[in-house]
């Protein structure tokens, strides 16, 4: 079990530090401008996910189930409000990341409770 939550572990990890560093390249590509922070609130209600889920996935390092939980409630407003989103290879691995840092949560709970003392 202890290998299975490594191994998961590490595949969110690499997996997120991917899509950081590929946000990271878009933000440099295009840029901040002045007139973007003038959005309707559909679009900043995007905006706002989309940053929650990038700080999901730096919280998911030091405590997985609340950068999970993060990642996955962000995910889920960001396809409510713009009514869907395709599980593609642009979106599924957020979705994934999430997923399997709840699931490291989740597998290791148990340890956790012996490291307390519970």
């Not at 079990?1 to 590929?22: C, F, N, Y």
């Not at 999970?68 to 290879?89: K, Q």
Request: glycine letters at 12%; aromatic letters at 10%.
């Amino acid at each position: 079990m202890a290998r299975l939550l490594t191994v998961v572990r590490w595949t969110a990890r690499v997996l997120g530090t991917l899509i950081l560093l590929l946000i990271a390249m878009f933000a440099i590509g295009q840029g901040v401008h002045p007139a973007r922070m003038f959005q309707p609130l559909g679009v900043a209600i995007l905006t706002v996910a989309l940053l929650t889920m990038i700080v999901g996935q730096l919280v998911a390092w030091k405590w997985e189930g609340v950068g999970g939980g993060l990642i996955v409630g962000s995910f889920a407003l960001f396809s409510i409000v713009n009514h869907g989103v395709p599980l593609n290879i642009v979106f599924g691995p957020w979705l994934l990341t999430g997923l399997l840092y709840l699931g490291c949560w989740w597998m290791d709970r148990p340890r956790n409770r012996l490291k307390r003392g519970l």
